[in-house]
């Protein structure tokens, strides 16, 4: 069976999606398209709008023959980790392409402009920028830099970046997928007006509309099986999950922080530990943290993830540790087929209860960080959870 991997978050799942899982089948000439999902938390620090069952089982019934889960805190890292999250879970999986959407569109641009950014030369000129620049947020420092070395600007849209660390994930781990990309239609990640029906909306704008409209106002933008999905889990007090329930914690966390150790998480350095602790002395809700912390360095995405590693204890060398295990969300009957065809040659354990989590340091170690997120994600339900919630669903099989 030959299999294609696409890295997703699926934050809705929406049409933009279903234009990329049917070109990844197609252009890869595949049997079996692989999902690695965000499981509960995104790449930008955010909590999903449903936990990763929900909308692993949403993709399941759109088209995706397997979707395992991408686990904290790879799902909420910069580019750089949770690309080589997915991409190591894709290798171990035995995927021989990677699919993803660009800007561009054009592989080899991206490949020149990865070799790029990744190289020694280009890290130590933007290091150095950096310092010279303390106020200077990471992705101007990156594309003044490569301006600046390079005599050509750097590609900036979101799926681009995100692509030339898949690019460098590959590279890396000595990987031998092919990476395949799509050109990206409809709006930018981060556009929140809903554009025309039977256009491409950002998962963005989809979650705003879903803010201020209700799940209703969904219908002419979402499949049906996600738009189903989705009423599904409201009924069961499932959806959609809201990090404001957990103001007071957050706060309560931070203003009783100790600096000296906030500094020991990832994405927490160069004072931004000082700045979160009196943020949360002086804010009453979380907007108002983030907007008293933000700088011009500090962009929201970072104080974001930031808070996430903070408040679980999350540390730079966890980013670098390859998973120890993932946990198999939804599988189709392909999926069933490709996995039993695997099972004696996968050198990743794909869980399906936490019996089976390994007993090695890191695999405990891993558990023990999710455990942390899992705590807090439950409490964010309409309807709040036990702690011990997530871990004991099952995933979808199709039957």
């Known amino acids: 069976?030959?299999?294609?991997?696409?890295?997703?978050?699926?934050?809705?799942?929406h049409a933009g999606h279903a234009r990329q899982l049917s070109a990844a089948r197609r252009e890869a000439g595949a049997d079996v398209v692989i999902a690695v999902m965000s499981e509960h938390t995104t790449q930008r620090g955010e909590?999903?709008?449903?936990?990763?069952?929900?909308?692993?089982?949403?993709?399941?019934?759109?088209?995706?023959?397997?979707?395992?889960?991408?686990?904290?805190?790879?799902?909420?890292?910069?580019?750089?980790?949770?690309?080589?999250?997915?991409?190591?879970?894709?290798?171990?999986?035995?995927?021989?392409?990677?699919?993803?959407?660009?800007?561009?569109?054009?592989?080899?641009?991206?490949?020149?402009?990865?070799?790029?950014?990744?190289?020694p030369p280009f890290?130590?000129?933007?290091?150095?920028?950096?310092?010279?620049?303390?106020?200077?947020?990471?992705?101007?420092?990156?594309?003044?830099?490569?301006?600046?070395?390079?005599?050509?600007?750097?590609?900036?849209?979101?799926?681009?970046?995100?692509?030339?660390?898949?690019l460098a994930a590959l590279d890396t781990?000595?990987?031998?997928?092919?990476?395949?990309?799509?050109?990206?239609?409809?709006?930018?990640?981060n556009e929140t007006n809903v554009p025309m029906v039977g256009q491409y909306p950002s998962a963005t704008a989809l979650r705003a509309l879903?803010?201020?409209?209700?799940?209703?106002?969904?219908r002419p933008h979402l499949p049906s099986p996600v738009l189903?999905?989705?009423?599904?889990?409201?009924?069961?007090?499932?959806?959609?999950?809201d990090i404001d329930r957990l103001t007071p914690a957050i706060l309560a966390f931070y203003r009783t922080a100790s600096a000296d150790n906030l500094t020991l998480c990832a994405e927490v350095d160069g004072g931004l530990a000082a700045r979160l602790i009196e943020a949360a002395k002086a804010a009453t809700t979380l907007s108002e943290f983030f907007s008293l912390a933000a700088t011009k360095r500090y962009t929201t995405a970072r104080l974001r993830r930031a808070v996430l590693f903070g408040l679980c204890g999350v540390r730079s060398e966890d980013l670098r540790t390859p998973p120890s295990y993932v946990r198999l969300l939804a599988?189709?009957?392909?999926?069933?087929?490709?996995?039993?065809?695997?099972?004696?040659?996968?050198?990743?354990?794909?869980l399906t209860k936490p019996a089976d989590i390994p007993a090695s340091p890191e695999a405990q170690r891993q558990r023990m960080i999710e455990e942390r997120l899992e705590a807090l994600v439950t409490l964010t339900y309409p309807t709040p959870k036990a702690a011990s919630y997530l871990i004991k669903q099952h995933p979808t099989i199709q039957k």
């Open 1 to 13: 069976m030959k299999p294609v991997g696409i890295i997703c978050e699926y934050n809705p799942y």
């Open 47 to 119: 909590l999903a709008v449903a936990d990763g069952y929900v909308r692993a089982e949403a993709a399941l019934r759109c088209g995706a023959d397997l979707v395992i889960g991408l686990p904290f805190p790879y799902s909420s890292s910069p580019a750089e980790f949770f690309a080589l999250g997915g991409v190591r879970i894709l290798n171990a999986l035995g995927a021989d392409a990677l699919h993803f959407g660009s800007e561009s569109g054009d592989i080899d641009a991206l490949r020149d402009a990865a070799s790029r950014v990744y190289s």
């Open 123 to 166: 890290l130590d000129a933007l290091t150095q920028y950096q310092q010279g620049n303390p106020e200077c947020g990471i992705m101007q420092c990156r594309a003044t830099v490569y301006e600046q070395c390079y005599s050509t600007p750097l590609p900036g849209g979101s799926n681009d970046l995100l692509a030339m660390a898949y």
């Open 173 to 189: 781990t000595g990987s031998t997928m092919c990476p395949l990309t799509i050109r990206r239609r409809g709006q930018a990640y």
């Open 210 to 218: 879903w803010q201020t409209g209700g799940l209703e106002s969904l």
């Open 228 to 241: 189903e999905c989705l009423e599904e889990a409201m009924a069961q007090g499932l959806a959609p999950l």
């Open 331 to 350: 599988a189709s009957h392909a999926g069933c087929d490709y996995l039993s065809s695997i099972r004696k040659t996968c050198p990743l354990p794909i």
